[in-house]
């Protein structure tokens, strides 16, 4: 980890990383709700909202997209990734070096480590490689720690959680990307493993506006620095008016009901 490494993905100390990645790791299943961000341009055009400070893609629509958002847009190149299709132990390819992420204007790079599964000790290797690579070309490290694999019972428990995000700072990640344990409570023992690395909580997917910015809201207080979110943006019917309330609660730290009010 390396003090003010993110600060070319960060405003103020906080992000909100908009992440698109799931044409890749879920498929297309993830545009059904709000078909029209099947179309890449429409999610570039989202990430120049003021509550973005990056956007997390792979290579291929970076190398098709990015030259024409390169002014606006922050780019956080997600480095590895696996599809849905893969039903083997978690692992990840890697499908682009940092040296190509930098050629490509990158600000930052993004790598999963799928720390437990079988293939950790391949995947921590591989993130070394990425991690030396990004810091030759200053460009920040977010690691997407999520820690699963046929020897850990429960991959949701704060105990894993916090293990995940100290796994990001030991390796060398400036943020570090986790699922949200439950509370704030978890939040804030994640947040404290992670010690000087910035922890991110993952999305998924929660229908409920007040219900969803009730976690975020709640990971900042126990020291998170924001949000990675995907599908809790694009899939809701009008992804600017929560990006509206997320640029208020996270931010600003507005509370939830007054954010939805604006
Ligand atoms: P969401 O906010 O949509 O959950 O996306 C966050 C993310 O980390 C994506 O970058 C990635 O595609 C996805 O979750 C992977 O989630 P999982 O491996 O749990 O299916």
């Known amino acids: 980890m390396l003090p003010h490494a993110a600060d070319n993905i960060e405003r103020d100390g906080k992000s909100l ?19 029209d961000t099947a179309d890449p341009e429409r999610i570039f055009e989202l990430a120049a909202h003021e509550a973005v400070t990056s956007l997390a893609v792979q290579k291929g629509l970076a190398e098709a997209y990015y030259p024409d958002y390169e002014d606006d847009v922050n780019l956080l190149l ?44 391949e995947m921590a290797e591989e993130f070394r490689r990425a991690q030396e ?17 046929q020897g850990l019972r429960n991959d949701g428990s704060p105990d894993v959680i916090s293990y995940g995000a100290r796994l990001g700072l030991e390796l060398g990640a400036d943020v ?69 309330a997320l640029e208020a609660v996270i931010f600003q730290e507005v509370e939830p009901d007054e954010a939805l009010a604006i």
């Open 17 to 35: 990383i908009l992440a698109y990645d799931h044409g890749l790791e879920h498929g297309p299943v993830d545009f059904e709700p709000n078909p």
């Open 78 to 121: 997600k480095l590895n990734g696996t599809s849905n299709l893969w039903m083997g132990e978690p692992n990840s390819a890697v499908n682009c070096t940092a040296e190509y992420a930098a050629g490509l204007g990158a600000d930052a790079i993004g790598f999963t480590v799928y720390g437990g599964s079988n293939h950790e000790v």
């Open 176 to 244: 570090v990307k986790v699922k949200y344990p439950g509370s704030a409570e978890a939040m804030g023992h994640a947040v404290e493993m992670a010690g000087p690395a910035d922890v991110v909580m993952s999305g998924g997917t929660m229908r409920d506006d007040k219900a969803f910015l009730r976690n975020v809201s709640n990971a900042i207080d126990a020291g998170a620095t924001g949000i990675a979110v995907g599908r809790n943006v694009f899939q809701r019917e009008e992804p600017e008016r929560i990006l509206d």
């Open 133 to 149: 690579g990004a810091r030759e070309h200053d460009m920040a490290v977010v690691m997407w720690s999520y820690p699963r694999g």
